[in-house]
């Protein structure tokens, strides 16, 4: 599927799930390297 | 499906009447909030300033910092999941029922009065446990000014159930003069919640910042772990760690993410309800979340003296008290108190709308008189009720041992047990239905099942956690067992068999799901 042609809640999900996800991963990346 | 092109707001109200109408319903709340204000009432409820503060001593004394430092976004990315499936069912489903409306859809009558009294029970604890954490922090703020009023005396050390209860009872009366008599004042105090909560962050993150003469290092916050819960002898690594004390400690997120089902309550209040109301569902939880974690980090940075806050219970006024002079200390806890009032007013429109909308389907004995709107259109005997019945729950904060109300704490984490129920349960509907469902426009196309399942997955866990011991003496094998101690949450497999019993025996007859107001409004004109 094109990503445009992606309704507004897929969307939102891609936002909310990546931007949280990628919050955990730093969280997880500084508790390796500290 | 393409999101709805701009319409003014008449007509936009026009269309949430019609696809009220579809669902059976006519429209008899006020329709004035916009999707800001229904995003608001879940943020509000939410409420980074009353979940962090009141529960951090689980991760703390659970795991430690990074119990909270990397457990909080892990654990918020999870609630996300649960929230974005509630969300395509609030988008399909845009009225005040919420949970129990979407499983007599998707599953009928049975599936929907569980969800319904799960939901209720669920959200009256809310109520009664923010009410109370409320109460709580007015009580400690009180004592810092050493307080001494007709006869009450805040800043001693004696009867402090008993006057943190007496102001319980004080705020609950004002929540619901609040929710009877100010409705369009309710609207705007949401969104004053909303600046209230982020400019009360920034300043208590100033306050955290240049205040402590000195701060933990990022190795302190992001990696160092203890355990302080009394088990395992101290112990942080192994099988007995991650499975025992960990999920207690995670319970500072799963606690502190719930009631955002508030947007699904008053969708019949929300102008553009199918989309805004869902996205006041996700959009509350990924905004606590990323405050949220902002908070918590400020937390744990600030606690340098780390033997003060194990002092404290791992209560953040360990931090406070040793991190921030008196006046910093006092204006932290202020802004927190005022965000929780919010938050509490705000939780009591939320499940009085439950109450509204359950009573409208006929499944609360006495619902002829529950279902009734004054002229504000307010459902004034539903919000009477679930004050009634909070404070009715909150009688065992009265009695504790060492000032704790442990009982109390019993009971909440009972209500959150049914609540997490009332949130999945449509949710493995809704997973089970697959492809046969109709999305709203709303929708996360192909990814629900994905999303449902990491859902699912994530309650069951949080099922687990809260049902977990606090205290080693509650256990009944420890030779200082304490029964005041003991976690009484799994006593929550009552709800169920209260629930089933009823149904089976009497309500399996009576209550037929969703009553369509529109076509018994055709019965009664014939």
């Known amino acids: 599927m094109n990503k445009t042609d992606r309704s507004i809640g897929e969307k939102d999900f891609a936002m909310g799930a990546g931007v949280l996800g990628l919050i955990a991963l730093l969280a997880i990346i500084l508790a390796i390297v500290s | 499906m393409t999101p709805p092109e701009d319409v003014s707001d008449a007509d936009q109200v026009r269309r949430d009447e019609r696809r009220l109408a579809e669902m059976g319903y006519k429209q008899e709340l006020s329709r004035g909030w916009s999707s800001f204000t229904n995003f608001a009432i879940s943020f509000t409820i939410i409420s980074v300033l009353a979940g962090t503060f009141t529960t951090f001593s689980f991760a703390w004394l659970h795991g430690g910092p990074i119990m909270a430092s990397i457990g909080w976004p892990v654990i918020c990315f999870f609630v996300l999941m649960v929230g974005f499936s509630m969300a395509e069912l609030t988008s399909k489903y845009p009225t005040a029922g919420g949970p129990y409306w979407w499983a007599h859809d998707l599953g009928g009558k049975g599936w929907s009065w569980m969800t319904g009294w799960f939901n209720i029970v669920g959200l009256v604890g809310i109520v009664a446990s923010v009410g109370y954490g409320c109460a709580f922090f007015l009580f400690n703020l009180l004592a810092l000014y050493g307080v001494d009023i007709f006869g009450v005396n805040f800043g001693d050390d004696i009867h402090i159930l ?200 006929r499944a609360i004995p006495g619902w002829n008189v529950f279902r009734r709107v004054n002229r504000d259109r307010v459902p004034f005997n539903a919000v009477i009720a679930v004050s009634v019945f909070s404070l009715l729950i909150a009688i065992p904060a009265l009695f504790g041992k060492n000032d704790i109300p442990f009982a109390f704490f019993a009971l909440t984490g009972i209500c959150t047990v049914g609540l997490y129920l009332a949130y999945i349960i449509p949710v493995y509907l809704r997973f089970r239905a697959g492809d046969s469902f109709q999305p709203g426009p709303w929708n996360l196309g192909r990814r629900y099942r994905l999303v449902n399942l990491l859902a699912i997955l994530f309650v069951v866990v949080v099922v687990y956690a809260l049902d977990l011991p606090y205290d080693p003496t509650g256990l009944p094998w420890n030779e200082e067992f304490d029964a005041a101690n003991v976690n009484y949450t799994p006593l929550a497999i009552i709800l169920p068999l209260i629930f089933g019993v009823w149904y089976l025996i009497s309500a399996k007859n009576k209550y037929q799901g969703p009553v369509k107001t529109l076509e018994e409004d055709v019965v009664t004109a014939d």
């Not at chain 2, 302080?228 to 502190?256: H, N, R």
């Not at chain 2, 990924?286 to 744990?300: K, T």
């Not at chain 2, 606690?303 to 209560?315: F, K, L, P, Q, S």
């Open chain 2, 162 to 361: 008993s006057e943190t209860w007496l102001l319980f009872a004080i705020i609950m009366v004002l929540y619901t003069l609040v929710n009877i008599f100010a409705d369009r004042i309710l609207a705007l105090m949401n969104n004053i919640s909303v600046g209230w909560h982020l400019l009360g962050v920034a300043v208590i993150l100033a306050l955290l910042i240049f205040v402590p003469d000195d701060h933990q290092s990022v190795g302190f916050v992001f990696g160092e772990r203890f355990n302080e819960s009394g088990t395992l002898g101290g112990d942080t690594g192994g099988l007995g760690f991650w499975f025992l004390v960990a999920p207690v400690g995670f319970l500072l997120g799963m606690y502190t993410q719930t009631g955002y089902d508030a947007s699904a309550h008053t969708a019949e209040e929300t102008r553009g309800a199918a989309v805004g109301a869902a996205q006041g569902v996700w959009r509350s939880i990924f905004w606590s979340a990323v405050i949220g974690w902002l908070v918590i980090l400020g937390f744990l940075f600030a606690a340098n003296d780390v033997t003060a806050v194990n002092d404290e219970g791992g209560a953040v006024f360990g931090i406070f008290n040793s991190a921030l002079d008196s006046w910093a200390a006092k204006m932290v806890v202020l802004i927190a108190t005022v965000g929780q009032f919010f938050c509490g007013a705000a939780g009591l429109t939320s499940a009085s709308r439950t109450w509204y909308a359950f009573s409208r389907d």
